[in-house]
């Protein structure tokens, strides 16, 4: 029987991680869906008083857990363990089979798969977590905080979260890892670092070329420009850059301007940049409900294929582990969906304005809250979407 548990927070990141997983977050819970049985295989429960420091003392808590629990698929496994508090962002691992998730108090939590999704490690973090990318064999995992620092944890021994691997003054927006295994750094300050991710405070060199915040670079994998990895933050355009030295940067891509719901301008940048075996690159904005397709024109470069306008702002993408050409799209909450919708998105379907949409997950994953959304509406903006202001809260970078 597919059920799940019933949550009123919406639905705040989504990845997608070895060759079947899911991983959805809502408030300080997430839930693990195995995307080739279409079931959820485990869960934190959001039903569990005494995890939040409240005892269930009354027979309506005890109650309330029980039905929560209760409509899980009887194979789910209820997590004893959960995040301390609002998950800001969570990596997967498919080498290790591990899961790491970060929470805005600074707790820092890893679950393994091959353990039935048991916490096998805690620690808090020295600042709060902006970015996290794992080694390509798991066995180091790479943690950027708002301070600067990037601190290398390292997963058998559980040791380095003590003693910054890089610093620098400039907050740290981003991670990568190049195929050469070179770690890539974007900062608030428009520069980008390429440092050793095997030698502690070596820095390679430096990317100079953005005239605004860097706020999500992406290393190239796949396809004939897989030497080199993309950025872009708060400038009208991508920068590509040689993957080895110097670090040159090979090409400009302009990305046409979008609305955002958000009237400061630094809140409307890049959000997110992916890409697929086939050559394409998807690029996300912060909220907005633009998404930019871009594909490897001859010449060897990147230019714009199509901008999609999707029915709401776009809270988180990822790649289908399963097909490559699948996009998994999280659509931000709006009145007649408040924890958000879940879609899938082809990404060769042509015309790309026709894109098909999958519901694989309508009855595995928050049947109240996901729902279908027509081809025929991805070219349509809200009015609500365009209405409601993103809440916006105000961090002290320092803590």
Known sequence: MSAVLSNPQPLTRIITGGSQWLFACYGPDFVVVNLEKKEVVAATSPAQPESIGEAASSESQEGKMTQALSTLPTSARILPARPTSLIQTLQYSPARDLLVTVSEDKSLAIWDATQDWAQVFTGITAKRVNDLVFSPDGAYLYIADKFGDVYRLDTHTWSGLQDPFVGQVSM???LALTPSHDLVIGDRDEKIRVCSAERQGDILGFCLGHTKYVSSVHSLSHGPLNKSFLSGGGDPFLLRWASSPPYACLERI????????DEDEEEGGVARILSSKSGLVIVSNKNSS??????????????????ISLPTVIADISQDPVSASLLWILLGPTSDAPAGKLVSLSLTTEPLGALETSTLLDD???????GRVEATDFHKHSSEAKDRKRLKTSKDTTE
């Open 172 to 174: 740290t927006t981003s």
């Open 254 to 261: 302009p990305l046409p301007k979008v609305d955002s719901e």
């Open 290 to 307: 633009s998404l930019h397709i871009l594909e490897i024109r001859e010449g060897a470069g990147y230019a714009l294929k199509e901008t």
């Open 364 to 370: 595995v994953l928050y049947p109240t809250f996901v």
